[in-house]
Every structure is written in C-alpha cells, then in structure tokens.
C-alpha cells in the first residue's frame, strides 16, 4: 500500500498548476495510486508462479548475453578504449526502489572470470508496470526507428535502452509490441507539441527524441535517445507507450489507430546519476528549478516494492559523457486495454502533411474531445495516409 507523506500530498497538489497542459485532481490521484498499488501486487504474485519455468530462464540467459553483447559492440562502435568506470555508488534517497543501487558499471568489465550475469540480469526475474498517465505530449504517427536522436535539438548524453515486455500470466516475450519512446531534450522542451510552457520550434511538426518500433521475438525494443533534462514540476523521466494489435501500413509505419493500450508508462532516474548528467553541457543551461525522484507524484506510483521503475545501467566508459546503456525489464498484462483509460491521450497527430494538434488534454477534467484525442481514428483522414516520416522540412 502507497504511504502518503505530507511531501507527496504536497507534490500532488502543486502538479496541477506545475506542469502544463495536464490536469488532475489530488485526491483521485490518491485513489489511483492506492488501487494500481493493489494491481501491482497481484500481477507480482503472477509473475512469481511462472518466473522459473524452463522457458523464462532461457529467455533470461538470452537477454544477458544480448545485453552483453550491445555494450560490447557499442565501444567498439564508438571506439571507447577506456575501460567501464569501476565505482558503485549506495543510493540514499527515500524511495524504495531508488535505493537499490541500478550502477552495474562496478561489476563491468570484459574479464572472463566475471559473471555476466551479476551485471546483465535485473533486480527481478519479471517487473511488474502499473499503468501512468502518458503526459500531455503524446503524439502518434512518428517514425518507425531506433535512432530518435536528429540533429538539432538532440545533443546530450547518449542513452543506449532496451525495453523488453514480458506477459505476467506466462513469462513469455510479448513480440510485435508497438512501443512508443519519447523525452523531452537536455533543456527540459518536448518535441511535437506547442502549448504554454513548452514551444517547440517546429511545432507540430518538430520529431527530435520520439519514435516507435515493434518488438521482436523475446519481446525486446531498442533505442538511442539521449539522458532527458527537466522540467518545472516533474522529476526526470522517460516515456513508454505500448500497443497491442498495430498494423504495419504498405508505406512501411506503424499504424497505432484504435490499437489496445497495453502499458502506460515513465522511466525515472537516480537522482546521483542526473546530477551527475547535469553538470555537463547542454544540461547545465537549464536554470528550470529541479523536482527530485521523491518530489513526483508519479514516481511515488511507480515504486511500489512489486515494481522497480529504475532502469539498470552501466557507463560505456570512464566518462559520462561516454554515454550510457541501459534495460529494464516490464511485466504486462497482454490482454489488457487501457485506451479508455482518463489518463491516456493523444495530444497530436502526424501524418503526410505535418503534425497536428487534437486539442486533447489528459486527466480528470482535461479536454478529451478533440479529434483522436482518445487514440481512435480522426474523423476526415482517410485510412493508411497517416505517415510517421514527415518530409525533412518540416523536422526540428
């Protein structure tokens, strides 16, 4: 059960006002917290029935060679000579889960005497992911790809992320999973939108940092973003969406129109980790006053004790700015729908002219009524022309 401190209470009210565009009811955040809690908590007993079968254990010994395996590839990519910083630092903040320590680096190296697996593996054979809101910046239609980093607007520390969905009734890879991934850049603005608070140049049509990929056979999606900045009000996070059901159009995107919701969520970040982010450039020109891990309303959602929302990373090299790697791990219910959900919204569109807004707020008491705002097909826009690669004039 979510305790609610008078810091959190506190948080949950100042959001309202803090973050543009969204807009919510403390006191039914309160509630939400306390029931999805309570699914978090079944769905882990779930996963406990099924997480050391034949089958999920090798599904596990694939993933931490893969994991393995793209660290490896990526330095030499890059030619990182140096080796992986060696310290391991304790997590002291108050959340539970944050104080796990998440840094893998200390026990990375490419001696053959290390296990891989004290490096690779999670916390948990499978994660449970309660459902958030998306955020008011969602936008469909963007392109299909693992690469979202453009070149403007982009620059930062680079974040190599593999996603991997697990189906909590089995322990099985959920392949064909479209996962949306976005965040806002290393000076705290999203792309996509234009709203009070958040002017994207480009506007609608601005694409940097956001794209959707489908996952494959073990159920794994994977992306280079950047570390996201901040912003006034929420702590530092990133974006998940994912939809059962897409269709891959003939021009070759991905259509998620009236596609189930299968996961809502945000990835958050250890506090030591941003700090140390932020003390290079570009992050160090935010002067946005900083929201701490424990400050976020949603983060006090997502660490429940059934699920870890902290990725595991390791450094590339003996920098940060090196970039990092790093995986988490989501159990979900496959089946699940949540695209009536009050707290799922699309905010804008892509398609072959450009972006375009729906005039959808998320939240109790948002604006839902605008055309696609609630995922399904906009009215007057024939179907298949929506495009997730708007021609390179009208990017960001």
Known sequence: MVAFSNLALTALASYVAAH??????????????????YAAQ???????????????????????????????NIRQTRGIQAPARKDKRELADLQAWEKVNHNMTGTYDYNMFTSLEDVFSG????????????????????????NVKEAQYSDGVDLFLEVQYIDVNTCEPIPSVAVDIWNCNATGVYSGISTNGNYADGGYNSTYLRGIQLTDADGVASFETIFPGHYSGRAVHTHLLAHTNAQVMP???????????????????????????????????????????????????????S????????????????????????????????????????AAYIDAE?????????????????????????????????????????SA
């Open 354 to 394: 450009g972006g375009h807004s729906t005039g959808n707020s998320v939240g109790p008491g948002g604006n839902g009524t605008g055309p696609g705002g609630n995922g399904t097909f906009p009215s007057g826009i024939p179907s298949g022309s929506l495009s997730s690669a708007p021609s390179a004039s009208t």
């Open 251 to 305: 021009n070759g995107t991905i259509s998620v129109w009236n596609a189930p919701v299968s996961h809502i969520g945000q990835l958050f970040w250890p506090d030591d980790l941003r700090a140390e982010v932020e003390e290079t450039y570009p992050y160090n020109t935010n002067t946005v006053a900083l929201t701490t891990n424990d400050e976020d309303m949603w983060s006090v959602l997502q660490a429940d004790a």
């Open 42 to 72: 079944v769905g882990a007993r779930s996963l406990a029935s099924c997480s050391g079968s034949v089958s999920a254990q090798a599904l596990k010994a694939r993933s931490i060679k893969r994991r393995a395996n793209a660290v490896k």
């Open 123 to 146: 916390n948990t054979s499978c994660i449970l992911a309660p459902e958030v809101t998306d955020g008011p910046y969602y936008v469909v239609g963007e392109k299909m790809r693992s």
């Open 20 to 37: 543009p565009g969204e807009k919510h009811d403390p006191q039914q955040i309160k509630r939400e917290l306390i029931a999805r809690d």
């Open 307 to 346: 699920y870890d929302p902290f990725p595991q990373y390791v450094y590339l090299g003996d920098s940060i700015e090196d970039g990092l790697f790093a995986w988490i791990q989501i159990g979900i219910n496959g089946s699940a729908d949540y695209s009536e959900d009050e707290y799922y919204g699309v």
